[in-house]
């Protein structure tokens, strides 16, 4: 059963959200959550102006959009990850190309990765959205019933960083940002040369094997466009994904850690949610009950073309130091 609704919330949510009194805590991740069916979050539109018009700022642009992932109240369903594969075609992972058989022979030979429940591994070119099993010491006796694992469970995406590293190192400009500040690929662009993959400091895009282009989340621009929900936020049956303007997930986030810390889980956190860090902020962050080290994410991203202007300069002063010196054993010589 659905709570109050509360100002600002983002109609295509349920209103019941993480940080509402009665919903789940860490210990009971699914208590007190309607399903997340919903509707479209904005009247469909079709320009950028008709967008910042609908949301009453003619001529300017619409808010950035985003992602906050609430790590406490992740079941690992898996429902978003299959829900990004259904509506934007991304092939399935099996086999070592990612190519996704479905003779029964060729399915009977898939490459499981047989460590985990968690068979994607890592987000990758066919891997939009990544949910990972992380088995961890616990903190707490009641987290486990006594055991000695503990499941920390988190559906990873693209970060669709404010500096985005792999948009700067684009040679065809593939890579490009949206109305939203949302971070796109346009594949009928890409040329395959893999610049970006180095370049993400959290190693989020990558090449598909079998088609040699680069491929990521695109936080369902077509979906975003036209005032939908993303697919991976709309079948989240716990919303442990939430999708809305940025500053309003981030006010959200912080009621939801300060809940939690309440509640004495001291370990919780808040990563990417900080605009100073190194890369200027996430447009998809998390909150996350361990170090980020035990998720798999850099403890302090850096964007990695941070240093390229000061590079750049200090090339061009050592290049005209050698024209100097070369002109200068010219003249002398003669």
Same mark, same amino acid.
């Given at each position: 059963?659905?709570?109050?609704?509360? $100002?600002?919330?983002?109609?295509?949510?349920?209103?019941?959200?993480?940080?509402?009194?009665?919903?789940?805590?860490?210990?009971?991740?699914?208590?007190?959550?309607?399903?997340?069916?919903?509707?479209?979050?904005?009247?469909?539109?079709?320009?950028?102006?008709?967008?910042?018009?609908?949301?009453?700022?003619?001529?300017?642009?619409?808010?950035?959009? !985003?992602?906050?992932?609430?790590?406490?109240?992740?079941?690992?369903? @898996?429902?978003?990850? %299959?829900?990004?594969?259904?509506?934007?075609? /991304?092939?399935?992972?099996?086999?070592?190309? +990612?190519?996704?058989?479905?003779?029964?022979?060729?399915?009977?030979?898939?490459?499981?990765?047989?460590? =985990?429940?968690?068979?994607?591994?890592?987000?990758?070119?066919?891997?939009?959205?990544?949910?990972?099993?992380?088995?961890?010491?616990?903190?707490? $006796?009641?987290?486990?019933? +006594?055991?000695?694992?503990?499941?920390?469970?988190?559906?990873?995406?693209? @970060?669709?960083?404010?500096?985005?590293?792999?948009?700067?190192?684009?040679?065809?400009? =593939?890579? &490009?940002?949206?109305?939203?500040?949302?971070?796109?690929?346009?594949?009928? *662009?890409?040329?395959?040369? !893999?610049?970006?993959?180095?370049?993400?400091?959290?190693? %989020? &895009?990558? *090449?598909?094997?079998?088609?040699?282009?680069?491929? @990521?989340?695109? #936080?369902?621009?077509?979906?975003?466009?036209?005032?939908?929900?993303?697919?991976?936020?709309?079948?989240?049956?716990?919303?442990? &994904?939430?999708?809305?303007?940025?500053?309003?997930?981030?006010?959200?986030?912080?009621?939801?850690?300060?809940?939690?810390?309440?509640?004495?889980? %001291?370990?919780?956190?808040?990563?990417?949610?900080?605009?100073?860090?190194?890369?200027?902020?996430?447009?998809?962050?998390?909150?996350? #009950?361990?170090?980020?080290?035990?998720? +798999?994410?850099?403890?302090?991203?850096? %964007?990695?073309?941070?240093?390229?202007?000061?590079?750049?300069?200090?090339?061009?002063?050592?290049?005209?130091?050698?024209?100097?010196? /070369?002109?200068?054993?010219?003249?002398?010589?003669?």
């Amino acid at each position: 059963m659905t709570g109050p609704a509360r $100002p600002g919330d983002t109609p295509g949510h349920p209103t019941q959200r993480a940080d509402s009194p009665g919903a789940g805590s860490a210990l009971d991740p699914t208590a007190g959550f309607a399903t997340n069916v919903g509707t479209p979050h904005t009247t469909p539109m079709t320009g950028q102006v008709e967008r910042a018009e609908h949301l009453g700022m003619p001529g300017v642009r619409p808010p950035r959009y !985003g992602f906050f992932t609430d790590t406490s109240v992740c079941i690992g369903c @898996k429902a978003c990850e %299959v829900a990004c594969k259904e509506w934007n075609h /991304v092939p399935a992972d099996a086999g070592g190309s +990612g190519s996704g058989p479905t003779s029964e022979a060729a399915l009977q030979g898939m490459d499981l990765l047989a460590m =985990s429940y968690d068979n994607t591994g890592a987000l990758g070119g066919n891997t939009w959205r990544h949910v990972a099993f992380v088995e961890a010491p616990p903190k707490r $006796p009641q987290e486990t019933g +006594g055991g000695d694992v503990r499941w920390l469970m988190s559906s990873d995406v693209c @970060k669709h960083c404010t500096h985005a590293a792999c948009l700067d190192v684009c040679p065809t400009g =593939s890579l &490009i940002r949206t109305e939203f500040d949302t971070v796109y690929v346009q594949p009928d *662009i890409c040329n395959g040369c !893999g610049y970006c993959v180095p370049a993400c400091p959290y190693g %989020v &895009i990558d *090449i598909r094997p079998e088609d040699g282009r680069a491929f @990521k989340c695109t #936080l369902c621009y077509d979906r975003t466009k036209d005032g939908l929900t993303p697919a991976c936020a709309q079948a989240c049956p716990t919303e442990s &994904i939430q999708f809305g303007p940025l500053d309003e997930l981030r006010e959200r986030a912080d009621r939801r850690l300060a809940q939690l810390h309440g509640q004495g889980v %001291v370990e919780a956190q808040l990563y990417g949610r900080d605009p100073d860090d190194g890369v200027g902020g996430d447009g998809a962050f998390f909150l996350l #009950l361990d170090e980020p080290e035990v998720y +798999g994410l850099p403890p302090d991203p850096v %964007v990695t073309t941070r240093d390229l202007p000061a590079m750049w300069k200090r090339a061009a002063v050592a290049a005209a130091g050698l024209a100097v010196a /070369v002109a200068g054993a010219f003249l002398g010589a003669s």
